[in-house]
């Protein structure tokens, strides 16, 4: 409150100074700050809802109450009448403190500080649109006109004289070095229109969301752009680049380890009864084996036995040990054959017996 007396207080004098009566026309005497505000964040431009709208962009606002800057969304707007154009508002250095200058509606766009707010608001005039018959007719190379059927468009590459950078406000240490032309200030001495109650409800529902204050979001509010005015979320909603919304990931992020957790609990479970049943396997698989080294001709029988898993058990150690003695005793068996296999050419030198045929000769 001090500091909003003083700079109230001081306000005076920056009249007596001799302020350019573009400024006073579009002063808004009521805000003042003594520090300037952060740079413009860098968002995207969503859809044109419709023909006849016309972009307003975002902004950085001041509340007293805060004492803090909140962003208020740059968002589409239906022209208050036709042939007229919007001139956005800009803070300005005054000698002492920081000073809103409020934007306005009129047939030409006056001067707004050289702030380059970016969608055809470069820092000097409009080059978005123009009206021509009770129509506004858009230029695409700035504008978002393709998810509607709009006609009365045109491609005009627009070239950007100045420096491109993102300070909100003009003079002071950093701010904007711009003059208004005779142009500009032409257009400030014309009939004006203040900001539409859509607009007035955009800046009113910008400074009741606590993410879009600068001390909470940093410079980069999670809702950039809308559009429509007071259409804070839904489709068409456009966060800042780098924006982070800290209340909605934190949530998510302990849902997924919710969904994790109960799933890795049934991953376990599920993995406790495969044990539990391959075990039960094991032993169906050693009897079925067993059985066909001794009784080859028994293997039908066998899946009957398995249900009954006491006798499968009993029957372990019977068949172990009968097999292992089973094994020498076809070793020495095979050995008997070959001796007697061995005699057997004794046979065959019956030949030797020849000398048969000496005892006749004796006679």
């Known amino acids: 409150m001090p500091l909003k007396i003083w700079c109230r207080s001081i306000l005076s004098t920056l009249f007596l100074l001799g302020l350019p009566a573009l400024s006073m026309s579009q002063i808004s005497v009521n805000v003042s700050v003594g520090v300037p505000p952060p740079e413009l964040p860098v968002y995207e431009q969503p859809p044109i809802p419709g023909d006849g709208y016309i972009w307003t962009p975002g ?34 250095w005054g000698g002492a403190a920081f000073l809103w200058h409020e934007g306005y509606w009129g047939p030409h766009v006056g001067f707004y500080g050289g702030v380059n707010y970016g969608y055809g608001y470069g820092g000097n005039g409009y080059e978005g649109g123009y009206w021509q018959g009770g129509r506004m007719y858009y230029n695409r190379s700035v504008n978002n006109v393709s998810n509607v059927n709009i006609t ?149 029988p066998h899946p009957a036995s398995p249900p009954p898993h006491p006798p499968a058990e009993q029957r372990r150690p019977e068949q172990a040990p009968p097999p292992r003695p089973a094994a020498p005793p076809p070793r020495p068996a095979a050995p008997p054959p070959r001796p007697e296999s061995a005699p057997r050419p004794a046979p065959r030198e019956a030949p030797r017996e020849a000398p048969r045929p000496e005892h006749p000769p004796e006679r």
């Open 152 to 300: 009365n468009v045109y491609n005009k590459t627009v070239i950007n004289n100045v420096t491109v950078n993102r300070v909100a406000y003009n003079g002071g240490n950093g701010g904007v070095r711009a003059q208004p032309t005779r142009g500009e200030e032409e257009a400030a001495h014309e009939r004006h229109l203040p900001p539409i109650s859509e607009q007035q409800h955009q800046a009113q529902e910008a400074r009741g969301n606590p993410v879009l204050h600068a001390k909470q979001n940093q410079g980069h509010p999670p809702i950039a752009a809308t559009p429509r005015p007071g259409a804070f979320s839904g489709a068409g909603v456009v966060p800042a680049r780098g924006a982070v919304n800290r209340a909605e990931p934190q949530p998510r992020a302990e849902n997924q380890r919710r969904t994790d957790s109960p799933a890795r609990s049934e991953a376990q479970s599920r993995a406790e009864p495969q044990p539990r049943t391959e075990p039960q396997r094991r032993p169906e698989s050693q009897p079925r084996a067993a059985p066909p080294e001794t009784r080859a001709p028994q293997p039908a």
């Open 59 to 92: 902004y950085w606002a001041w509340s007293d109450d805060d004492q803090d800057y909140y962003w208020v969304p740059g968002t589409w707007v239906l022209a208050p009448q036709p042939d007229y154009l919007w001139t956005p508002g800009y803070w300005g």
